[in-house]
């Protein structure tokens, strides 16, 4: 559970590991990680980690984010205002949990979204993220012109209130970067970068999440609620990756990360998007050094823009390089990428995608103990220990059901091949044989 021992007027994991403070959070995280918990506090404390735990979500096991964790992914879910409703949600929240995000983001658009949130967040044991400016224009009447700080302000402590762990807002595009998107091939791809983009050039005034984010942080902090500096103009096609409007906008990201924590608001970046394979590794690096090393928090990124209905695997491929580069969350992509909204089912496949990708990113990175369950996997696989296989596997239901459309007999569960070698020409069966009868010469 989120603390209930810090005072009212600062309320944040961070001022805790500032004043050399060990949190019962960062000692469930450090069994967690195997990692000790005075590490864990400093972590947290230099703003390298952090432990989104909102003092409200009850049910709530705290969990970290940071480049000396383990990799983690974040499963998106929501409504829309053509599609979904509360028990579709709470599906969806189940298979979140069944197959290991580690984080869910509510971005629910449309109607009914206060009773959407507070139903996802008592059903959830894992942080639940969300984009608040999807409400915000909600309760101005659907139009973003009808946005005031002060609506803004009130939407973002109502969400703080019901138990939201993290933020996504779009406080680091500014009017000065603007011109910039005029040179790209797809502009902003951003829904909340996209709004903002509306309403500043409505009023010719400035971001208003950049004008009133001391009072944010001051809702923030209150509450024990993380910032996701969110990415408004994160490319969304190759052409126009690593460009001066994404990298200026991450920039003030770094610029707004300080302000953060020197009032012990808990922050990470988002990143991109659509990015070419050979980019990855200079986007993981220019993200640490502009933001002080605060975690980093991908949206894949998808390495090509031609696999609509396969988006789940080329961002996968992009999610596993940015990991192992030292990105500290993966935001999971579903099948439905660009598509249209996704089902529980589509939930499954990109959270299996990118556990894939987190876990190969924890092996590439040496963490300590991450291939341990690889090695046994490949003991299980040597000794036709099928029932073993299917425990280890990141989906054993999905294992099992494609070893059982063949040889769904019990009798096979001991069998020493399967069906694609059938009982003759098993390499594993063979290479034992070899083996024993080289040992007994």
């Known amino acids: ?12 994991q961070m001022y805790y590991a500032k004043q050399g403070t060990i949190t019962q959070a960062m000692i469930e995280v450090s069994k967690a990680e195997n990692i000790t918990p005075q590490f864990i506090r400093s972590e947290v404390a230099r703003g390298r980690m952090i432990i989104p735990a909102n003092i409200n979500h009850k049910k709530l096991r705290p969990m970290c984010i940071g480049i000396n964790s383990l990799c983690k992914i974040n499963a998106n879910i929501g409504s829309s205002a053509l599609s979904s409703n509360i028990s579709k949600e709470l599906e969806k929240v189940d298979m979140c949990l069944k197959y290991g995000a580690d984080t869910i983001m509510d971005l629910s658009t449309g109607k009914d979204l206060d009773n959407i949130r507070k139903a996802i967040i008592a059903h959830s044991t894992v942080p639940i993220g969300t984009v608040p400016i999807y409400q915000i224009i909600a309760d101005c009447g659907d139009d973003v012109n009808n946005l005031t700080i002060e609506k803004m302000l009130e939407t973002l402590e109502k969400q703080a209130k019901q138990g939201v762990s993290y933020f996504t807002i779009h406080a680091g595009f500014l009017l000065e970067n ?9 502009g902003i791809v951003s829904r909340g970068g996209s709004l ?15 004008e009133a984010f001391d009072d944010i942080l001051d809702i923030c902090r209150q509450y024990d609620v993380s910032l996701s500096l969110g990415d408004s103009l994160r490319p969304g096609c190759l052409a126009d990756a690593s460009d001066e409007a994404q990298l200026n906008e991450l920039k003030i990201l770094g610029e707004l990360t300080l302000k953060a924590w020197d009032k012990d608001v808990q922050v990470m970046i988002e990143g991109p998007g659509h990015v070419p394979l050979n980019q990855i590794e200079r986007n993981m690096k220019l993200e640490r050094e502009y933001c002080h090393e605060a975690p980093f928090y991908i949206l894949g990124p998808l390495v090509t823009d031609i696999a609509a209905g396969y988006d789940h695997i080329s961002s996968a491929i992009g999610a596993a390089v940015g990991g192992w580069h030292g990105c500290s969350m993966l935001c999971y992509v579903t099948p439905k990428e660009h598509l249209g909204l996704p089902n529980a089912n589509d939930v499954r496949e990109g959270i299996i ?4 990708a987190a876990h190969s990113a924890d092996i590439a990175r040496g963490r300590k103990g991450a291939r341990d369950i690889d090695d046994a996997m490949s003991d299980a696989r040597y000794n036709f220990n099928w029932n073993r296989q299917f425990e280890l596997a990141l989906d054993s239901d999905r294992a099992k059901e494609y070893h059982d459309e063949t040889l769904p007999q ?14 003759k020409f098993c390499s594993y069966k063979i290479t034992r044989e070899i083996v024993a009868n080289n040992t007994n010469m």
């Open 1 to 12: 559970m989120g603390d209930n021992t810090q005072n009212k007027k600062t309320q944040t």
């Open 178 to 186: 603007m011109p910039n998107i005029s040179k790209r091939k797809m």
């Open 353 to 356: 995608a990118y556990k894939i």
């Open 410 to 423: 019990d009798v096979f569960k001991d069998a020493e091949f399967c069906s694609m070698c059938g009982p």
């Open 196 to 210: 903002m983009a509306s309403w500043m050039m409505h009023y010719h005034k400035e971001n208003p999440f950049y």
